[in-house]
């Protein structure tokens, strides 16, 4: 067996039928030699038996990492990528399922030695003429949105270019791009991980390719539910965070207003059924949804002296100026209408990620 150009780490937390169909995908040629590692989080649904059948007739190798309790998305993640020692290394969610060929056109994007990230085309499982992410976009308050979420796939994203950062779910990074600005910041557990680190990867003077033939399937909020109080927290605390730790000072002053502009189009969204708050019904549900965010809120405060104290850490990895970073999240900006009227998909049970 030859020596693996990529690792495939998948993270899972009690979704064996999910898992087995995952794992089932990689068995289609990749066009690359891989590895693959499974880090599951203290499953109780056979989950492990699942993996270590697998792995008893796969044809690439095939490492289980078993945690007893669920250490969240990055920690599991940061546990496959220690395991590694491929050049490459790609992250592949539970949920999703590669197409034939992923890994290497993922490994197309890396001939230019300052790509240090490769984004896919995912598509909705249920669905596949309508994409879930080619890439990612942002708004100014630090909320990510994926790059093309709801639209019908008509090959307006069938281009090669840069975006600003690969989406988690089915992405590749470069090992010596990780060994030099860090791992998953294992603080933020799940959500908004990879937005994290592709923020501080591009700020470190690292590119992102968006790879179109690299097509992945994702089954939307399979872990918590789309609208599940404790997915919105999270997301909410770590958009938060991300902000304090890589926003230019001007641009972290003016947080608070892009947030009140956001939850003010967001509720007119809802008012008129639109977005993800328009499919939250009856008074209580919005109630739920409203302390959620402020239950975010919240978390995030209380960890800002942290945060601030990783900001002067990551000085000296810095290699674009405050004006640079400024023109970076302007040029891949997601507007406020378009972020508050996305609709989330409607999908069964509901993106776990770990």
């Given at each position: 067996?030859?020596?693996?150009q990529?690792?495939?780490?998948i ?7 999910l ?11 990749q ?18 038996e ?12 095939v ?6 309790t ?10 496959g990528i220690?395991a590694?020692?491929?050049?490459f ?6 949920d999703?399922e590669a ?5 290497g ?17 995912i ?7 309508v ?8 708004y100014?308050?630090g ?5 093309g ?7 307006q ?10 989406d ?5 990074y470069?090992r010596?791009?990780?060994?030099e ?7 933020l557990?799940?959500?908004?991980d990879?937005?994290e680190?592709?923020l501080?990867a591009?700020?470190?003077g ?6 179109p ?42 947080n ?7 939850l003010?189009?967001?509720?007119w969204a ?7 708050a ?5 008074a ?5 949804l409203l ?7 919240a ?24 004006a ?7 040029q891949n ?22």
């Open positions: 067996m030859q020596e693996p990529v690792t495939v780490i993270v899972n937390h009690n979704r064996a039928a898992l087995e169909r995952c794992l089932g995908s990689l068995l289609a040629p066009g690359a030699e891989f590895e693959v590692v499974v880090v599951d989080n203290g499953s109780t649904d056979g989950s492990v699942a993996v270590q059948r697998f792995a008893a007739e796969a044809p690439f190798r490492t289980l990492i078993r945690n007893e669920n250490l969240g998305f990055c920690a599991a993640n940061n546990q220690r590694s020692r491929a050049p290394v790609a992250l592949l969610n539970n999703a197409e034939p060929g992923w890994l056109a993922l490994l197309e994007a890396f001939e230019d030695p300052r790509v240090g990230m490769a984004a896919s085309k598509l909705v499982h249920e669905d596949p003429r994409i879930d992410k080619a890439g990612h976009l942002i100014l308050d909320q990510n949105r994926g790059r979420t709801g639209e019908i796939d008509r090959g994203y069938d281009h090669v270019g840069e975006t600003l950062w690969p988690g779910c089915a992405c590749m470069r010596a791009m990780l060994d600005i860090g791992l998953f910041d294992e603080d557990f799940a959500y908004g990879d937005a680190l592709g501080r591009r700020i470190a690292w590119r992102c390719l968006y790879m033939r690299a097509v992945a399937r994702h089954r939307r909020g399979a872990t918590l539910g789309v609208a599940s109080p404790q997915r919105i927290a999270l997301i909410e605390r770590n958009r938060v965070l991300l902000a304090v730790k890589h926003f230019p000072w001007d641009l972290l002053l003016l608070p207003l892009f947030y009140a502009a956001r003010a189009a967001g509720a809802a008012l008129r059924g639109r977005g993800e328009g499919r939250v019904r009856g209580g549900a919005r109630l739920r302390g959620a965010l402020l239950r975010g809120d978390e995030a405060l209380a960890r800002v002296p942290a945060t601030l104290r990783k900001r002067r850490l990551l000085r000296p990895l810095r290699r674009l100026s405050n640079e970073i400024r023109r970076l999240l302007w900006r997601i507007g406020l209408r378009a972020l508050s009227e996305q609709a989330a998909f409607p999908m069964p049970g509901g993106d776990q990620r770990a």
